[in-house]
């Protein structure tokens, strides 16, 4: 996880904040947020290592 080096990335905090704004606003099943990014996160850890 620490060597995952994203600028813009979504691991940093605003990018999570800004996420979470935006996902209240549309009014989103949380749950279905955080499957979505873990899901996101894992496609991206695995591409990074294979």
């Not at 600028?7 to 749950?31: D, H, R, V, W, Y």
């Not at 279905?32 to 991206?44: D, H, K, T, W």
């Amino acid at each position: 996880m620490t060597q995952i080096q994203r600028p813009n990335g979504p691991m940093s905090a605003a990018g999570i904040q800004n996420f979470g704004l935006t996902a209240s606003t549309i009014q989103i099943e949380p749950k279905i947020i955080i499957g979505a990014i873990v899901a996101f996160l894992v496609v991206v850890i695995l591409f990074n290592i294979f």
